[in-house]
């Protein structure tokens, strides 16, 4: 139901105790799709979807697991589903999945994924990890997608593919403006990923220990 | 006028303001209260100033060779007028975009406003295309002093050197404005390629015959008549500059000496190996080296910066000869970067820590077994 405890579970992982800018997990994947919006947008969902059927099984599967082998069973499920995910990108968008390569695949590798199952999923109800692999995987987008607008509206003055930034402003076209190059390269995430941390732990306080 | 500005005063959030101008004018009627004492009237104000002082020669000479480039027939007066008025606003928008961050930070975080941006400031426009739009150096000056030097709490705590940091976000950012034949004259349908870009120009020349046949004499690189960026071009005016910097023991020529060892021994070996290899950089001498590109202006000026480098004397030693091998090896190695200077001082910049730590443990360990053998 939603209840105060149930939407702290979803909300929390959006701002306070968000997996990437927080905890710092998930940065490869990060810096590798957040090129364009819309490689960013359709990874997120991916991870929403894992995330949230990996949070979902290993909680419902919590009391049969045995603790010695959880890890291996955690990742067959983790495995299947990003492979069923994988499968589906390749069937109906073909291109972004051709751009998003790799990274689809390596979810599975994806610290917030295994971090979740192992922290939370195997410890709370079904209906609980469900919310808290939302949580999660949104506060993972909601990065992912903050990174790649910076991105994608510095380094091609677009957004979605939609110009943005209009012709005449453009040297070789009576303007001046050129692209910046960095943001098309990982350390221009780099960069976009820390400030947008240096601005969420100047606004929240947080600090490391 | 003070009390406006002082704690409760009305100005009270404009103090750093107010502090620099008065430090600026008047030495500063504060005096060291708690040990060490130095008995010296040298603060950070003064010794910036020397810097400034130092990198003189080689504005000057930049701005006429800025002019001089743009149209060498037109004489020395009409030249430097050209350089000046080129040269001028790159200096003015270094200030005031980055004058402005500074500022705005010195504000937020209620600290003085530090001397260092005076240097920082005049050395990034130094580092570019006299040719560069302005807007891109108010936003890599800008990004020098946030991201290499505020992010990491200011002047003192800087991994890197705030003025490399800006000169290598603009180099990454707009490659286009910052490399490339285009780039390094004024006049428009003037094609001039830099020596070192010369050099790597043809594969299975001989990159010392490549450069000389472009008329590029090594007394000529020397003096700096030559294509490159504002300050950059002239060794003579940096040796002059660094005289001054030793002569007041503003920079370690430990440094200097490091980085001229280091760059010497990666040459003779790229030398040694160039017979047996189809890259002809290899076959460029030390000399050539020393006299093309921006080696000598990033030794001088750039690798000695107190804080970014190492702080123990065999540390610098050590540090010096890093940054001058690696400016060799990414010259002659990876010619999609001509310009290896910049990145190896970077990479100094982020070595330099350790080599102090490693140093202290080691001489740690030779006190210990002296009073171990006592």
Same mark, same amino acid.
């Given at each position: 139901m939603a209840t105060r405890k149930n939407f702290s579970i979803v909300a929390g992982p959006l701002s306070r105790s968000n997996p990437i800018t927080t905890q710092v997990l998930g940065i490869c994947s990060a810096l590798a799709v957040t090129v364009k919006v819309d490689t960013a947008l359709v990874m997120s969902g991916a991870l929403i979807f894992v995330l949230v059927g990996s949070n979902t099984i290993v909680s419902a599967l919590r009391n049969l697991i045995p603790s010695r082998v959880r890890i291996i069973v955690m990742l067959t499920v983790i495995a299947t589903l990003v492979i069923v995910i994988d499968q589906l990108l390749k069937a109906f968008l073909y291109d972004i999945s051709k751009q998003l390569s790799i990274f689809v695949g390596l979810i599975i590798t994806n610290c917030i994924v295994l971090g979740r199952a192992e922290a939370f999923a195997l410890k709370n109800s079904m209906r609980e990890s469900a919310l808290d692999g939302l949580g999660n995987a949104m506060g993972y987008g909601l990065i992912l997608l903050l990174v790649a607008a910076a991105r994608e509206l510095f380094g091609s003055g677009s957004l979605l593919g939609l110009q943005i930034v209009p012709d005449f402003l453009y040297a070789g076209q009576g303007g001046w403006y050129v692209n910046n190059g960095l943001m098309l390269l990982a350390p221009g995430a780099f960069i976009i990923l820390g400030l947008l941390i240096w601005l969420q732990r100047t606004v929240t306080g947080y600090r490391e220990e | 006028m003070e009390p406006h500005f002082g704690e409760g005063g009305k100005w009270s959030r404009l103090a750093p303001l107010y502090e620099m101008v008065d430090t600026l004018f008047y030495v500063p009627g504060t005096v060291t209260s708690t040990a060490p004492h130095i008995r010296d009237t040298i603060d950070m104000k003064r010794s910036m100033f020397t810097v400034i002082v130092a990198l003189m020669p080689a504005l000057l000479f930049g701005i006429y060779n800025t002019g001089y480039q743009a149209d060498p027939g037109a004489g020395i007066m009409q030249n430097v007028r050209t350089g000046f008025f080129a040269v001028l606003p790159l200096i003015l928008v270094s200030y005031i975009a980055g004058g402005l961050c500074e500022l705005l930070f010195a504000i937020i975080r209620r600290h003085d406003i530090n001397e260092g941006f005076l240097v920082t400031g005049l050395l990034l426009p130094m580092t570019l295309p006299p040719d560069i739009p302005l807007w891109m150096v108010a936003a890599g @000056?800008?990004? %020098?002093?946030? @991201?290499?030097?505020?992010?990491?709490? %200011?002047?003192?705590?800087?991994?890197?050197?705030?003025?490399?940091?800006? !000169?290598?976000?603009?180099?990454?950012?707009?490659? %286009?404005?910052?490399s490339g034949d285009s780039v390094w004259s004024l006049a428009d349908e003037l094609t001039a390629a830099t020596p070192l870009a010369v050099a790597s120009s043809v594969q299975g020349t001989n990159a010392a015959t490549l450069v000389s046949s472009a008329g590029y004499s090594i007394k000529e690189m020397f003096v700096g008549l030559i294509p490159g960026s504002v300050g950059g071009t002239s060794t003579m005016a940096i040796l002059a500059g660094a005289v001054i910097l030793i002569a007041t023991r503003i920079a370690n020529w430990r440094i200097m000496a490091g980085s001229l060892a280091g760059m010497v021994a990666a040459a003779f070996l790229a030398n040694t190996l160039a017979p047996a290899s189809q890259n002809t950089m290899l076959s460029l001498s030390p000399l050539h080296h020393l006299v093309m590109g921006g080696f000598a202006f990033g030794v001088v000026f750039m690798a000695t910066d107190p804080v970014s480098a190492s702080q123990t004397d065999k540390g610098r030693w050590?540090?010096? @000869?890093?940054? %001058?091998?690696?400016?060799?090896?990414? !010259?002659?190695l990876n010619q999609a970067f001509v310009e290896g200077i910049m990145l190896a001082i970077l990479l100094g910049n982020t070595f330099a820590p350790m080599i102090d730590y490693f140093v202290l443990r080691q001489n740690i360990a030779k006190r210990q077994k002296a009073y171990a053998r006592q």
């Amino acid at each position: 139901m939603a209840t105060r405890k149930n939407f702290s579970i979803v909300a929390g992982p959006l701002s306070r105790s968000n997996p990437i800018t927080t905890q710092v997990l998930g940065i490869c994947s990060a810096l590798a799709v957040t090129v364009k919006v819309d490689t960013a947008l359709v990874m997120s969902g991916a991870l929403i979807f894992v995330l949230v059927g990996s949070n979902t099984i290993v909680s419902a599967l919590r009391n049969l697991i045995p603790s010695r082998v959880r890890i291996i069973v955690m990742l067959t499920v983790i495995a299947t589903l990003v492979i069923v995910i994988d499968q589906l990108l390749k069937a109906f968008l073909y291109d972004i999945s051709k751009q998003l390569s790799i990274f689809v695949g390596l979810i599975i590798t994806n610290c917030i994924v295994l971090g979740r199952a192992e922290a939370f999923a195997l410890k709370n109800s079904m209906r609980e990890s469900a919310l808290d692999g939302l949580g999660n995987a949104m506060g993972y987008g909601l990065i992912l997608l903050l990174v790649a607008a910076a991105r994608e509206l510095f380094g091609s003055g677009s957004l979605l593919g939609l110009q943005i930034v209009p012709d005449f402003l453009y040297a070789g076209q009576g303007g001046w403006y050129v692209n910046n190059g960095l943001m098309l390269l990982a350390p221009g995430a780099f960069i976009i990923l820390g400030l947008l941390i240096w601005l969420q732990r100047t606004v929240t306080g947080y600090r490391e220990e | 006028m003070e009390p406006h500005f002082g704690e409760g005063g009305k100005w009270s959030r404009l103090a750093p303001l107010y502090e620099m101008v008065d430090t600026l004018f008047y030495v500063p009627g504060t005096v060291t209260s708690t040990a060490p004492h130095i008995r010296d009237t040298i603060d950070m104000k003064r010794s910036m100033f020397t810097v400034i002082v130092a990198l003189m020669p080689a504005l000057l000479f930049g701005i006429y060779n800025t002019g001089y480039q743009a149209d060498p027939g037109a004489g020395i007066m009409q030249n430097v007028r050209t350089g000046f008025f080129a040269v001028l606003p790159l200096i003015l928008v270094s200030y005031i975009a980055g004058g402005l961050c500074e500022l705005l930070f010195a504000i937020i975080r209620r600290h003085d406003i530090n001397e260092g941006f005076l240097v920082t400031g005049l050395l990034l426009p130094m580092t570019l295309p006299p040719d560069i739009p302005l807007w891109m150096v108010a936003a890599g @000056i800008s990004f %020098g002093v946030v @991201i290499g030097k505020e992010v990491t709490g %200011g002047t003192g705590y800087n991994v890197f050197n705030p003025a490399l940091v800006a !000169r290598a976000f603009i180099f990454f950012a707009y490659p %286009g404005e910052m490399s490339g034949d285009s780039v390094w004259s004024l006049a428009d349908e003037l094609t001039a390629a830099t020596p070192l870009a010369v050099a790597s120009s043809v594969q299975g020349t001989n990159a010392a015959t490549l450069v000389s046949s472009a008329g590029y004499s090594i007394k000529e690189m020397f003096v700096g008549l030559i294509p490159g960026s504002v300050g950059g071009t002239s060794t003579m005016a940096i040796l002059a500059g660094a005289v001054i910097l030793i002569a007041t023991r503003i920079a370690n020529w430990r440094i200097m000496a490091g980085s001229l060892a280091g760059m010497v021994a990666a040459a003779f070996l790229a030398n040694t190996l160039a017979p047996a290899s189809q890259n002809t950089m290899l076959s460029l001498s030390p000399l050539h080296h020393l006299v093309m590109g921006g080696f000598a202006f990033g030794v001088v000026f750039m690798a000695t910066d107190p804080v970014s480098a190492s702080q123990t004397d065999k540390g610098r030693w050590i540090y010096g @000869i890093l940054i %001058g091998a690696l400016c060799v090896m990414i !010259r002659v190695l990876n010619q999609a970067f001509v310009e290896g200077i910049m990145l190896a001082i970077l990479l100094g910049n982020t070595f330099a820590p350790m080599i102090d730590y490693f140093v202290l443990r080691q001489n740690i360990a030779k006190r210990q077994k002296a009073y171990a053998r006592q």
